[in-house]
């Protein structure tokens, strides 16, 4: 399913500076997005479009990325000055509201597809959960995880919310305030579904 949209057709030029695998990993990121998108109420172009340009900056080095990111006007914080790779996402989804391509949404969702954030709608959680689980990915567990998220798209964001804060840890990183306020909020839904009287 390819989608052409004014943002598709913006991002062809600069996916083909990208390495082979990472313009493989982003076609996929987008094609699995779409293919998930009405079980999430979203619209498959949109999904398409941010899994399409949610890595277009992830080939950046860090002094690059930490300068693009402050002519964008992100507010850089300690975590990403500490591991600048973090702002691969708002750089890209900056250089589609520069460039005027992308709604709110779909630039909020390539902003936070390595963080996640408290507040991602359905498109972000969708991005956030499609680039962990796209048929290039081949780690310990993905299969699992996957077969999670086929069933029950918020029991798939809870679980590689879940995974990722157990590699971050596993390899002693810090995990993004982001993604820690991501995980209580998601644990708080999944505690109050639980608690639901039948």
């Known amino acids: 399913m390819e989608e052409r949209s004014a943002l598709a057709d913006w991002a062809a030029p600069r996916l083909e500076r990208l390495s082979p695998g990472r313009r493989a990993h982003c076609l996929a ?35 690059a990325l930490l300068r693009e990111a402050e002519r964008l006007g992100w507010p850089v914080d300690e975590a990403e000055r500490a591991s600048p790779i973090l702002l691969h996402g708002p750089v890209a989804a ?25 507040s991602l709608d359905a498109l972000g959680r969708l991005v956030f959960i499609a680039d962990a689980l796209e048929p ?15 069933a029950d798209g918020a029991a798939g964001y ?36 639980e608690e639901a009287p039948s």
Not at 40 to 60: C, I, P, Q, T
Not at 167 to 173: D, P
Not at 181 to 187: D, G, L, T
């Open 29 to 63: 990121v987008a094609r699995l997005a779409a293919r998930w998108a009405p079980r999430w109420g979203v619209a498959s172009g949109d999904a398409y479009a941010a899994g399409l340009v949610h890595d277009l900056a992830r080939e950046w080095d860090g002094p």
């Open 94 to 118: 900056g250089w589609v509201r520069e460039a005027g391509v992308g709604s709110p949404a779909i630039e909020a969702a390539v902003r936070y597809h390595t963080t996640a954030a408290p």
């Open 136 to 150: 290039g990915r081949a780690y310990a567990g993905v299969d699992a995880l996957r077969r999670v998220a086929e």
């Open 158 to 193: 809870r679980a590689v919310l879940a995974s990722t804060r157990s590699y971050l840890a596993a390899r002693g990183i810090p995990v993004h305030p982001r993604t820690a306020a991501a995980w209580a909020q998601v644990a708080g839904e999944g505690r109050a579904e």
